[in-house]
């Protein structure tokens, strides 16, 4: 194999001949059967609140694994699906999601479920995150099962259901069902995450305050589709006493330098409306400008996403009047002035995490009237929890202090970084099953996204995204190519080959 002399220089052990043939069954067998058991499964629109497509996607993979020759299982909001080891045997888990983010289907190429091949890849929402790695694991367990009858561990597929939204799919399983002895969850990177940052959200909230019959106000403003992507467009609505007044903002506005990838534009011509509310009877004018920029993962790669959210808040800000829209949308511009959160004052970096990723992502209104601004906040070990909380009160509360806005904040700051020993036996060997499976040596890597590792006792995030590509999971024209699921199945084998076909590793995250 390509991966001989750097096995060699390693001095890692010899493993890549066990693994030849269950990998050879899988080019024989199974490569052709990829793409169609994807592009099945990337047909289940699977967003939260759609259990129709939650109980069809658990019937496919109920009629699939059967079919396979797996045994199924189901546990509520996680579906089992076994390759059975000897009486007795630790469990070893691989550990999925079959849920994915909503998507507007208006900015697609494609519509986003209809899984279509294009170039050497499959597009769908889910084709990365996470149902390749779904359909990567079924057909390396079948490898396995074909090829390799002894093994020291019963293998075990879990696929959860709601990771990407309410993330209480794996808390409800546990509380009737075993965890697995050792999992290794694919759905981050390779060669193997040894530090997540935390999923935190600072929100901000206060009312547009639409009174003022003889100024610019801003009647509503919407961004974002989910906390975890950067958005790709925010919308605002301008009103004003005379057409000249909101078309020469509007001018002024679109005139002004934007960031690389954004642009903003007229949304809605200016027209005469009556606003309900104003203080007097006059007649007032109305437009709404787009920000519009491009998606992706906010943790992951939020550099590689065009936040429209911070476009339209550099560009409007400063034509609007003291008021809660100006104050939520200079607000977001403070945290959106870069990725590592130096607008609210998140300096301190961790030494091995680095600093936070920080993300304006969502404006929604609310139901009593308020709007509430969502920032995404990928802490890490040097400030997170109750401390991060506490930090970034203080940063609204001298923010209100200095501008006088009535920001209320609030938030999520109930996860904690999650983080392993880079020279564990567990690591140690997963880093040498890509190293023979690839030929590259490759480090431990951080990830900014969090996964059912955090979860689980005893799980590690393995794969299946390969690392020096963006990662296209939350974004627009989500897809993978066709080759890297291929080799993706190739380093799992290895893995699990390394792992089940000897003795279970005795203390697997201790050096």
């Known amino acids: 194999m390509r991966s001989l002399s750097l096995v060699l220089v390693l001095g890692l052990p010899l493993l890549a001949q066990g693994a030849a043939k269950p990998l050879k069954y899988y080019e024989r067998h199974l490569q052709a059967r990829m793409v169609p058991l994807l592009q099945e499964v990337l047909r289940f629109p699977t967003v939260q609140g759609d259990t129709k497509a939650r109980d069809a996607q658990q019937a496919w993979l109920r009629k699939t694994g059967t079919e396979l020759g797996l045994v199924v299982r189901d546990a509520g909001l996680v579906t089992e699906i076994e390759l059975p080891g000897p009486k007795g045997a630790p469990v070893l888990g691989l550990v999925v999601h079959g849920d994915v983010q909503p998507v507007d289907p ?54 959860g259901s709601d990771e990407e939204s309410d993330n209480l799919d794996i ?9 697995p002895d050792l999992s290794l969850v694919l759905d981050s990177g390779f060669p193997v995450i040894v530090g997540e940052k935390a999923w935190n959200a600072l929100t901000v909230e206060t009312g547009l305050g639409l009174s003022g019959s003889t100024e610019r106000i801003v009647t509503s403003m919407s961004a974002g589709l989910a ?12 009103t004003g006493p005379t057409e000249a007044t909101v078309r020469q903002a509007f001018i002024r506005i679109q005139a002004r330098p934007l960031r690389s990838g954004t642009t903003i534009s007229v949304a809605e011509p200016i027209q005469p409306v009556e606003v309900i509310g104003a203080p007097d009877s006059l007649q007032r004018w109305r437009g709404a400008l787009k920000a519009t ?23 409007v800000v400063d034509e609007l009047p003291p008021g809660g829209a100006r104050d939520l949308l200079a607000f977001a511009q403070l945290a959106g002035q870069d990725l590592v959160g130096t607008g609210l004052g998140l300096v301190q970096p961790d030494p091995v995490f680095g600093r936070a990723t920080v993300v304006p992502t969502m404006l929604q209104a609310q139901k009593d009237g308020k709007v509430r601004l969502t920032i995404n906040i990928r802490s890490t070990p040097a400030l997170s929890g109750e401390a991060l909380k506490a930090h970034l009160f203080a940063q609204v509360a001298a923010f209100n202090a200095r501008t006088g806005a009535h920001l209320e904040p609030g938030g999520f700051f109930g996860d904690a970084p999650l983080a392993f020993d880079p020279k564990s036996k567990l690591v140690k060997h997963l880093l040498a099953a890509y190293t023979r499976a690839t030929g590259v040596k490759a480090e431990p890597a951080i990830s900014g996204g969090g ?59 201790r050096p």
């Open 106 to 159: 208006k900015a697609w190429t494609i519509p986003p479920f209809e899984a279509a091949v294009k170039d050497g890849k499959v597009l769908g929402r889910g084709a990365a995150d996470d149902k390749g790695p779904l359909v990567q694991a079924l057909l390396a367990m079948k490898a396995l099962k074909e090829t390799m009858p002894k093994r020291s561990y019963t293998l075990r597929l879990l696929v």
């Open 227 to 238: 906390p975890s992507i950067v958005p790709d467009q925010a919308v605002l609505t301008l």
């Open 451 to 509: 996964t059912y590792a955090k979860r689980l006792p005893n799980a590690i995030a393995f794969g299946m995204w390969f690392p020096d590509k963006p990662y296209p999971g939350h974004d627009v024209d989500e897809q993978v190519p066709v080759a890297d699921l291929h080799e993706g199945v190739k380093v799992l084998l290895e893995a699990l080959v390394d792992l089940t076909g000897s003795r279970p590793l005795k203390d697997p995250f």
């Open 293 to 315: 920029g491009k998606s992706a993962h906010a943790g992951v790669n939020a550099e590689g996403g065009r936040n429209a959210l911070v476009a339209l808040a550099n560009a």
């Open 171 to 179: 808390a409800s399983y546990l509380k009737d069902h075993k965890a």
